[in-house]
């Protein structure tokens, strides 16, 4: 089955640095790719949907200019979390897609925790 | 808005028993597709079981089957024979046609009792 291959699985940052997140579909043209943030046991609740090529468009209550996501090409995404605080310590998610496909493949999930 | 609703935070059965999970959501779309996701300690989602809205028949996976109701805007999982492994989160998702992403329930812990 496709794979979707996402990078670190955990990482511990400063408060005030910035960490990216990569997520790699392996065998397949991710054309459109999902982030999701999951708070400890809630639900995921969706960042932001990007497609190649394309700016992100960002859920209400997203900051676009701390969240930046890029998706340059067919096979990665990338989710940086700008000047860290605490309060993006979380669990992201990312999903990608190939064309009208009804499947979603995710990530196997990054923890983020700022110090 | 869609929204997806779980209203069961969590579950325990009995292994090699029977479970139902609920979930019920809102539309008014007609035309859409609704998903139960299993999401384990590793937190790796995986698809449990796929429903198309059009369908009338519900779907089966081996162990896992649905009662989809339409009319009612409810979306039930039955786990037969219960394993061990089965036990994980699982969230029950909605996604309308087209490019759109998934709106997912929040979640109902199942634990498997040996």
């Known amino acids: 089955g496709a794979v979707v291959s996402q990078h670190p699985s955990w990482v511990i940052c400063k408060s005030g640095t910035s960490v990216k997140i990569e997520c790699r579909s392996l065998d397949f043209q991710a054309t459109t790719m999902f982030w999701y943030r999951q708070f400890p046991k809630q639900s995921l609740m969706l960042m932001a949907t990007?497609?190649?090529?394309?700016?992100?468009?960002?859920e209400q209550g997203v900051e676009k200019d701390k969240f930046l996501i890029n998706h340059a090409s067919l096979t990665l995404s990338t989710l940086t979390v700008t000047s860290a605080h605490p309060e993006d310590s979380s669990f992201y998610i990312c999903?990608?897609?190939?064309?009208?496909?009804?499947?979603?493949?995710f990530g196997q999930g990054t923890r983020l925790t700022v110090v | 808005a869609q929204t997806v609703t779980q209203s069961q935070p969590e579950m325990s059965v009995q292994e090699a028993e029977t479970v139902t999970l609920s979930c019920t959501y809102d539309?008014?779309?007609?035309?859409?597709?609704l998903f139960w996701y299993k999401q384990p300690p590793s937190r790796q989602m995986i698809l449990v079981i796929r429903q198309e809205a059009y369908k009338q028949q519900n779907a089966t996976e081996n162990r896992f089957s649905v009662n989809f109701q339409k009319a009612a805007k409810s979306f039930s999982l039955k786990i037969s024979d219960s394993q061990l492994g089965d036990a994980a989160m699982y969230f029950c998702?909605?996604?309308?046609?087209?490019?759109?992403?998934?709106?997912f329930g929040k979640g109902t812990r199942l634990s498997v009792i040996a």
């Open positions: 998702a909605y996604k309308r046609s087209g490019n759109t992403p998934l709106v």
């Open positions: 539309t008014s779309e007609s035309d859409y597709y």
């Open positions: 999903s990608a897609r190939e064309g009208q496909g009804l499947k979603a493949f």
């Open positions: 990007s497609n190649e090529g394309s700016k992100a468009t960002y």
